[in-house]
């Protein structure tokens, strides 16, 4: 049974930065896409970014140039640098792996808050 397992996160002041982490534990083959989704409260998850198995990215317009994703294929394990870190990025952060084309999995979620 596949499991994403997540850490970091936390509370950093505006300006900050933080590094996710997401890897996968249990068997998984041809991961097509790996990425990064958040949800505030009161509002729909919502894509920030993806990484293809080819190494191709996408980013929502509201972190680009802000945020960069990363995996290590061999490690099956992605993740996202957040820099300059703005109060709205504040919410709770999902991984997500999409394998065989058809199979989702996701991580179980972490908190980021930015607050001074």
């Known amino acids: 049974q596949v499991h994403l397992v997540q850490s970091g996160g936390g509370l950093v002041q505006p300006g900050g930065s933080l590094r996710l982490s997401c890897a996968a534990s249990?068997?998984?083959?041809?991961?097509?896409?790996m990425g990064w989704y958040r949800q505030a409260p009161g509002k729909q998850r919502e894509l920030v970014a993806a990484i293809t198995s080819g190494g191709n990215t996408n980013y929502a317009d509201s972190v680009k140039g802000r945020f960069i994703i990363s995996s290590d294929n061999a490690k099956n394990t992605v993740y996202l640098q957040m820099n300059s870190l703005k109060p709205e990025d504040t919410a709770v952060y999902y991984c997500k792996f999409v394998a065989a084309a058809t199979r989702q999995y996701w991580g179980q979620g972490t908190q980021v808050t930015v607050s001074s």
């Open positions: 249990g068997s998984i083959f041809n991961i097509n896409v």
